[in-house]
């Protein structure tokens, strides 16, 4: 686990499950449920949640449920199928507690399930094979995962002001640094061969690893303060500066012409704009920031992890060197909704279902991209013997 350019492939003995497979299909049908679903429930058409916050809801389960599960098909590649099914078990049933509003021990116990599941199964071993410094981060920003959950629980469970809020914020605090400290190990690295390729160079001083603390402490910090229910003081500003310093050596405008890159450059790029613009509309007074937050999840974070997903399935599956073009249209759709959410204001009736049907119409194409591969892919497995009898 040390190398972090590229997600470790599943060995080819055969003796642990492609855990990619399952969570990568819970997680896109599960991002494109739940945006029509909250939408449904804005609009007046389903109950709401009784004695919770919706709009903490619905971001703990855009949080703690779809990208906690992409991060599970990412981390579980040592486990057994006992072990993946517990895990599956324990991500499904606290998506059943959040919408039926399970409260009390059982709903925290339900909550903290899965969470707990991935530090064990993914960030544990994680922490054992680190080598260098700067790979120890992940493990602690999984294990903060089950901190934001246990906040938010006990916000709904009124023992402390605010917590809902306070939880959900600490989740996107991790999300957001595993993804810009993940994407700062596979794109520079992807991008140095995309370079070598088009343009016959090397990709020099592409890491600037000084530049990357900045962004894991910025982030830290913010996630700190959210925990504690402190003031802000513009350190997620700061992280998402830092990740675009840093992106900038990177070619972003040369990944614009290659499937595999192009969409992961984008969402970074969002993200990380997102951070600054929600931390400067915070710090300035101007709110919460609530467009910037919705185009660095719904563009930056939706992006990334549909763009990641379609890389570790290609890489996972062993697919070759073609990458596939539905990312592209998957990363336009995104575009397009986090567009229409941050502008929403203007009509909300009109441009929040459309955002809404976007995001669910890109996730569930992912869902057809990776299960039809899985279908050709074994296809093809079956096909190898008889071609190679005599």
């Known amino acids: 686990m040390e190398n972090m350019s590229e997600p470790a492939s599943v060995p080819r003995s055969g003796r642990y ?13 599960y991002g494109a449920l739940t945006a029509p ?7 007046g058409w389903l109950p709401g949640c009784r004695d919770c916050d919706p709009a903490a809801r619905h971001a703990h389960e ?7 599960a992409v ?3 990412y981390l579980f590649t040592k486990v057994t199928w006992p072990r993946l099914i517990l895990a599956l078990a324990a991500w499904a049933a606290a998506r059943v507690g959040a919408w039926t509003g399970l409260d009390g021990p059982a709903g925290l116990v339900l909550a903290l399930g899965y969470p707990a599941l991935l530090f064990a199964f993914g960030g544990w071993p994680f922490l054992k094979a680190a080598k260098l410094g700067h790979n120890m981060v992940f493990a602690p920003a999984i294990a903060t995962f089950a901190v934001a959950e246990a906040l938010y629980q006990a916000g709904r ?7 809902e809020r306070r939880g959900v914020l600490t989740a996107f605090d991790m999300v957001a640094l595993l993804i810009l400290v993940m994407g700062g190990r596979v794109i520079p690295a992807a991008m140095a061969g995309l370079v070598r390729k088009e343009e016959s160079r090397q990709l020099f001083d592409r890491n600037r690893p000084w530049l990357e603390w900045v962004v894991i402490l910025g982030l830290a910090l913010e996630a700190l303060s959210d925990a504690l229910g402190l003031p802000h003081v513009g ?3 700061v992280a998402g500066i830092a990740a675009l310093a840093r992106q900038g050596r990177w070619r972003p405008m040369l990944s614009l012409t290659d499937a595999s890159m192009g969409p992961i450059q984008l969402g970074y790029f969002l993200l990380a704009s997102g951070l600054v613009l929600a931390s400067v509309a915070d710090v300035i007074g101007m709110g919460p920031g609530t467009d910037a937050l919705h185009l660095a999840t719904l563009g930056g974070i939706g992006l990334v992890t549909s763009a990641m997903m379609l890389r570790i399935d290609h890489i996972r599956e062993r697919k070759g060197h073609r990458w596939r073009k539905i990312g592209i249209l998957v990363a336009a759709l995104l575009v397009v909704a986090a567009d229409l959410r941050i502008t929403a204001s203007v009509a909300p009736e009109i441009l929040i279902p459309a955002s809404a049907a976007l995001w669910s119409l890109a996730f569930l194409t992912l869902v057809a991209a990776l299960v039809l591969g899985w279908w050709r892919g074994a ?12």
């Not at 679903?37 to 609009?43: R, S, V």
């Not at 296809?379 to 005599?390: D, V, Y």
């Open 17 to 29: 499950p492609k855990a990619h497979r399952p969570f990568f299909l819970a997680a896109c049908l």
């Open 37 to 43: 679903l909250w939408w449904a429930e804005w609009a």
């Open 62 to 68: 855009m949080l703690l449920g779809f990208a906690a």
């Open 71 to 73: 991060l599970g098909g």
């Open 157 to 163: 469970l009124g023992l402390i002001e605010a917590g």
């Open 235 to 237: 350190a997620m500003a």
């Open 379 to 390: 296809g093809l497995r079956e096909a190898k013997p008889h071609i190679n009898q005599p």
